[in-house]
């Protein structure tokens, strides 16, 4: 069991190499730009690129324009870096085809939490994949892990996806069971936490004991057991021919800042093991 990571542009100044055997994806983080008011160019983006190894690169996407981020996704390219363009929720599905006439071999699904009702987004989902599927392309989903049962077949379509769930606020912890990823309550499900965790090499009784909603010590635990579960919940997927989870957001994150961070949860997820299905 390794880390998986998806580092934004926007967190480039809290990267670090993964532990041995991690797994990398690079993004331009044009939405923490659009929230935050900032601009991303193609040059300084590319360069950062460059410089750091990683299994995939997203291109520099402009939200809303499929028209400028194809144009960016171009330009990446020929700079010298196979990037990954992306197509956002409620783009004319027609755009996939559109790429793959331009000679990517894979495309990245955003928007995918936000931008349309549900109904209409999954079925735009499908057949953004069906297009993809039937080009050769490989599919990354944005901020895409779903957790309920029911969408494991869609999951399952997917090269890779990411996720930024496992930092969640202070009320939920994510936790694996064996067969899924589920979201238990501070509040009302602590022994279950307990009960699933009781062989995990982790002192979970801090959290358990709730002795502060900001502390410090609570929050790391909670991230641990979050970040741990995604993951393990990922080589599960992957094991079935499905996609890896990334943790977005990781490197940004205030209790992975260090590199005994990542030993920490590397050492976690060196004692765990998915289930067999």
């Known amino acids: 069991m390794t880390i998986s990571v998806l580092t934004s542009y926007a967190d480039r100044r809290h990267f670090r190499p993964l532990p041995p055997g991690g797994h990398l994806m690079l993004d331009s983080g044009a939405y923490s730009a659009l929230t935050r008011g900032e601009v991303v160019e193609t040059g300084g983006l590319t360069t950062w690129y460059r410089q750091v190894p990683a299994e995939r690169y997203a291109a520099l996407d402009v939200i809303y324009d499929p028209e400028r981020s194809r144009t960016n996704a171009l330009a990446q390219r020929a700079l010298g870096v196979e990037v990954m363009p992306a197509v956002h929720a409620g ?115 801090p959290w358990l004991a709730r002795t502060g909603i900001h502390d410090a010590g609570q929050t790391r635990i909670r991230h641990r057991l979050s970040a741990a579960s995604f993951l393990l919940f990922g080589e599960w997927l992957v094991a079935r021919g499905g996609p890896r989870i990334y943790l977005a957001g990781y490197h940004g994150t205030g209790t992975c800042k260090t590199a005994a961070a990542d030993a920490e949860l590397a050492g976690l997820l060196g004692a765990l093991t998915p289930a067999a299905a």
Not at 103 to 110: E, K, P, Q
Not at 174 to 195: I, M, T
Request: glycine share 10%.
């Open 91 to 205: 783009t004319d599905p027609g755009e996939v085809d559109r790429l793959a006439d331009d000679g990517f071999t894979s495309v990245a699904l955003g928007g995918l939490g936000r931008w349309l009702p549900r109904g209409d987004r999954l079925g735009w989902m499908r057949t953004c994949l069906d297009r993809a599927e039937a080009r050769g392309l490989a599919v990354h989903g944005f901020a895409f892990s779903p957790l309920t049962p029911s969408l494991l077949p869609l999951l399952m379509r997917f090269a890779s996806v990411d996720s930024s769930s496992w930092t969640s606020q202070y009320g939920l912890v994510y936790v694996w069971d064996g067969r899924r990823v589920r979201a238990l309550s501070s509040n009302s499900d602590r022994l279950e936490v307990k009960r699933l965790t009781r062989s995990w090499p982790i002192d979970t009784q």
